[in-house]
């Protein structure tokens, strides 16, 4: 790759894990990381309070008059934080398996990251913030060569970068619907019928389309086209106006895997029969679905899982319909799965229309296969498309990952991760349903309230992990994560299991 931001530095990259919680799950590192970085790591956990401490609800306190803060678990002290492990403002070191929910590629104050912020041949890329549409630096094209083309999905070489996931898909449907309208339309342009009412909100210009998503998906919140899509959590959506657009089911289906596979096969069936049902009334009620929306794991709404089958049948009904396939990797792309990009593990036929990132990539943005573009120009983006101080960021995640095989390390980690929380699941009965695709895992518990005991007692011993969908823990650590790291996590989720 064409190196045009920084200079590497050529010292080696440590790892110090010394693990204080011995026992069967602690492994030595896997020999994958052979970076040019120094980086040293600390031993471990070290708690001094409870989560959150004093100095942490103290700022709550302060924070609560000026924004909402019932969210907020602790303050952390970022400057201090290093490689898997947060520090918080009490002085606390945990081991984080949540890392910004799945936005932390390489962990915390990575030197080829820190680097390239500090170099000062990069300071015009974070003093100034450009009208990427208009007015791109000239490291532009560079940077998206190293970054986001450098790893895009298999036949896609158009991207679009927007300024988060949320966006992302917004921009994907916005997609969708002009290409559905520019297939009907044939070579002809606009009417003036069409020009005048889409001003008014009002049809013809205004067309009646519609995206089918999933029930208990999610695709954003900061829109109200992806929060339509969306409906992972009642919160989320709750006396807010929404389109009237489909809801097909999603699998879910039993674990293990190996042990139901008649009965997962006829719960994916079901599921394929309603999305063909929902697509032939759409098209007969005249709201035709223009994409189907899909996320490789739905994650927000508890980490559950389809078969590379499923997602094969349903791109042939997509097409089927002339609905074009957005797959959703804003949380699962960027290598946590084992892959690249979760969808490569279906083994498609052809690749997705459009793919959707944000979280690691640091960017938002959308990789669009040829022919979607919009005939006229302007029709697609806003006044930053995104910023290119994050693209700086991706050209070293990418670089990083690349060089330093990390996609092969999550593969080594997530099998010690996935193959302890099996056991685990044998050992104490409250605990069910592990499941994973690399470090991308979860677990689940019998209860939203005992989930949420066994998280805070996590925290309190010195890991930070949150909950996805009723009653499941989701782990969503850096690339970077080691057996050792593993070894830590489950010598501690066994103590806590213990207890309970």
Same mark, same amino acid.
């Given at each position: 790759?064409?190196?045009?931001?920084?200079?590497?530095?050529?010292?080696?990259?440590?790892?110090?894990?010394?693990?204080?919680?011995?026992?069967?799950?602690?492994?030595?590192?896997?020999?994958?990381?052979?970076?040019?970085?120094?980086?040293e790591?600390?031993?471990?956990?070290?708690?001094?309070?409870?989560?959150?401490?004093?100095?942490?609800?103290?700022?709550?306190?302060?924070?609560?008059?000026?924004?909402?803060?019932?969210?907020?678990?602790?303050?952390?002290?970022?400057?201090?934080?290093?490689?898997?492990?947060?520090?918080?403002?009490?002085?606390?070191?945990?081991?984080?398996?949540?890392?910004?929910?799945?936005?932390?590629?390489?962990g915390?104050?990575?030197?080829?990251?820190?680097?390239? !912020?500090?170099? &000062?041949?990069?300071?015009?890329? #974070? @003093?100034?913030? =450009?009208?990427l549409? *208009?007015?791109?630096?000239?490291?532009?094209?560079?940077?998206?060569?190293?970054?986001?083309?450098?790893?895009?999905?298999?036949?896609?070489?158009?991207?679009?970068?927007?300024?988060?996931?949320?966006?992302?898909?917004?921009?994907?449907?916005?997609?969708?619907?002009?290409?559905?309208?520019?297939?009907?339309?044939?070579?002809?342009?606009?009417?003036?019928?069409?020009?005048?009412?889409?001003?008014?909100?009002?049809?013809?210009g205004?067309?009646?389309?519609?995206?089918?998503?999933?029930?208990?998906?999610?695709?954003?919140?900061?829109?109200?086209?992806?929060?339509?899509?969306?409906?992972?959590?009642?919160?989320?959506? !709750?006396?807010? &106006?929404?389109?009237?657009?489909? #809801? @097909?089911?999603? =699998?879910?289906?039993? *674990?293990?895997?190996?042990?139901?596979?008649?009965?997962?096969?006829?719960?994916?069936?079901?599921?394929?029969?309603?999305?063909?049902?929902?697509?032939?009334?759409?098209?007969?009620?005249?709201?035709?679905?223009?994409?189907?929306?899909?996320?490789?794991?739905?994650?927000?709404?508890?980490?559950?899982y389809?078969?590379p089958?499923?997602?094969?049948?349903?791109?042939?009904?997509?097409?089927?319909?002339?609905?074009?396939?957005?797959?959703?990797?804003?949380?699962?792309?960027?290598?946590?799965?084992?892959?690249?990009?979760?969808?490569?593990?279906?083994?498609?036929?052809?690749p997705?229309?459009?793919?959707?990132f944000s979280?690691?990539?640091?960017?938002?943005?959308?990789?669009?296969?040829?022919?979607?573009?919009?005939?006229?120009?302007?029709?697609?983006?806003?006044?930053?498309?995104?910023?290119?101080?994050?693209?700086?960021?991706?050209?070293?995640?990418?670089?990083?990952?690349?060089?330093?095989?990390?996609?092969?390390?999550?593969?080594?980690?997530?099998?010690?991760?996935?193959?302890?929380?099996?056991?685990?699941?044998?050992?104490?009965?409250?605990?069910?349903?592990?499941?994973?695709?690399?470090?991308?895992?979860?677990?689940?518990?019998p209860?939203?309230?005992?989930?949420?005991?066994?998280?805070?007692?996590?925290?309190?011993?010195?890991?930070?992990?949150?909950?996805?969908?009723?009653?499941?823990?989701?782990?969503?650590?850096?690339?970077?994560?080691?057996?050792?790291?593993?070894?830590?996590?489950?010598?501690?989720?066994?103590?806590?299991?213990?207890?309970?």
């Open positions: 790759m064409k190196r045009v931001l920084r200079q590497l530095a050529g010292a080696t990259l440590r790892y110090h894990h010394p693990c204080r919680y011995r026992s069967s799950f602690a492994r030595s590192s896997a020999p994958f990381v052979q970076s040019r970085e120094s980086y790591e600390v031993d471990g956990p070290e708690m001094i309070t409870s989560i959150p401490g004093p100095r942490s609800k103290a700022l709550i306190d302060d924070l609560n008059p000026i924004q909402e803060s019932r969210t907020v678990h602790f303050f952390a002290d970022y400057a201090s934080s290093n490689g898997s492990y947060v520090m918080d403002v009490d002085g606390n070191r945990l081991l984080d398996l949540n890392c910004q929910i799945a936005s932390l590629p390489l915390y104050n990575h030197p080829a990251i820190v680097a390239a !912020l500090r170099n &000062p041949n990069n300071t015009h890329l #974070l @003093a100034n913030r =450009p009208a549409g *208009y007015c791109p630096p000239r490291e532009f094209v560079a940077m998206l060569e190293d970054s986001l083309l450098a790893v895009a999905p298999f036949k896609m070489k158009q991207v679009m970068t927007t300024m988060c996931g949320s966006c992302s898909n917004e921009n994907a449907f916005k997609t969708s619907f002009m290409h559905y309208m520019q297939q009907m339309r044939g070579s002809g342009s606009p009417t003036d019928e069409e020009i005048q009412t889409c001003v008014q909100n009002k049809t013809p205004s067309c009646k389309l519609s995206i089918l998503a999933f029930s208990g998906g999610f695709h954003g919140r900061s829109s109200l086209g992806a929060l339509t899509a969306s409906s992972s959590k009642v919160a989320f959506k !709750l006396d807010l &106006p929404a389109f009237d657009w489909p #809801l @097909a089911p999603f =699998p879910q289906l039993q *674990y293990p895997l190996e042990d139901h596979i008649r009965e997962n096969r006829e719960e994916e069936n079901r599921c394929l029969a309603a999305v063909e049902e929902i697509l032939d009334s759409q098209l007969k009620a005249n709201c035709p679905v223009a994409a189907i929306c899909v996320e490789p794991i739905q994650a927000e709404g508890g980490d559950n389809a078969s089958a499923f997602f094969k049948e349903l791109q042939r009904l997509g097409k089927a319909y002339r609905a074009l396939l957005i797959v959703d990797e804003v949380q699962t792309g960027c290598g946590a799965t084992g892959h690249m990009w979760a969808h490569e593990s279906w083994q498609l036929d052809e997705p229309d459009m793919v959707t979280k690691k990539m640091q960017t938002g943005g959308v990789y669009v296969r040829n022919g979607l573009r919009p005939k006229q120009p302007g029709r697609l983006g806003c006044t930053w498309m995104g910023d290119p101080a994050k693209l700086l960021m991706a050209v070293e995640i990418i670089d990083v990952i690349l060089r330093d095989r990390l996609v092969d390390l999550v593969r080594v980690s997530g099998g010690e991760l996935l193959g302890g929380l099996k056991e685990l699941e044998n050992s104490y009965s409250i605990l069910s349903a592990a499941r994973g695709m690399g470090t991308y895992c979860a677990v689940d518990l209860t939203t309230e005992i989930r949420d005991d066994v998280i805070k007692a996590l925290h309190n011993r010195g890991v930070y992990v949150i909950g996805s969908g009723v009653r499941s823990i989701r782990l969503r650590p850096a690339l970077t994560l080691t057996p050792r790291h593993v070894g830590v996590f489950l010598d501690i989720l066994d103590g806590v299991l213990a207890d309970f």
